[in-house]
């Protein structure tokens, strides 16, 4: 069963690859653009990455393995789909920074004990049919103070769960938001854990994107959208952002965002 889930995944991968535009990624957006939330509350807490030893572990098409080698960090772009291995090498190539590349399943790190300073982990777990197996190896193969980050969406928002069943085309069909709970096996094995939901408010973005401006959800990823486009989208989304940071001093809401960030200490 999970070697079913799997081999689909990389499959899907594979032929998303296929379409990627490398000369199109712009980097520094899916770090620092207003509507990169998640990617600011790693940064914040992660800190200087200048000479750190980095696994970028589900790397797609790589932007965060070329982020993080222009900070000064020796990346390792790795995926379970070789195909976006190749896009994230490329991706270097074009940005001027070298990268390593390596195929591997997340849920068996082919890298020995307590080899890295920081494994970072976008929108992986979710795709994963067993995430605690994946956060037992990050663990196993971080140093002491090593750093895990991740960030993924969540199962508990009901417009997203609308929207994940509109969006058939451009996910598979195994992949599985996370229960917020999943905090607590993360806390359970690291000393330190920070962390915070986002998308509360700010989900009218998407709203708009259906109701208003008709973009197909199944022709265009919205999650790509909303960096691509977040120049025109910034007033908007700041406004809406003041309202997410009242909303999640509300008990029980910050479980209802959209997307959990994690960076937790070993």
Sequence with gaps: MIDDTLTKERDFHNQWATAIDVDGICVKDYFEACTAPENRFILHHLGNVNGKLLLDLGCGAGEN??????????????????GMVEVALKLAKLNGVEVEG???NAMAIDF???????VYAANLLHHIPEPTLVIQEIYRVLKPGGKLCFWDPLIHNPIINVYRRMATKVRTDDETPLNINLLKFVRSH??????DTFWLATLWIFLKFYFIERVDPNKERYW????????RLEAEYLFLEQLD????KIPFIKRYAWNIAVVATK
């Design 102 to 104: 390596k195929v591997i």
């Design 112 to 118: 020995p004990d307590n080899t890295f300073d920081v």
């Design 224 to 231: 790509k959208k909303i960096i691509a486009e977040y120049e």
């Design 190 to 195: 690291f000393v330190h854990t920070n962390y």
């Design 245 to 248: 940071r009242g909303l999640k």
């Design 65 to 82: 393995s070329v982020y993080f080698a222009k900070q000064g960090a020796h990346c390792i772009a790795s995926d379970y789909a070789p």
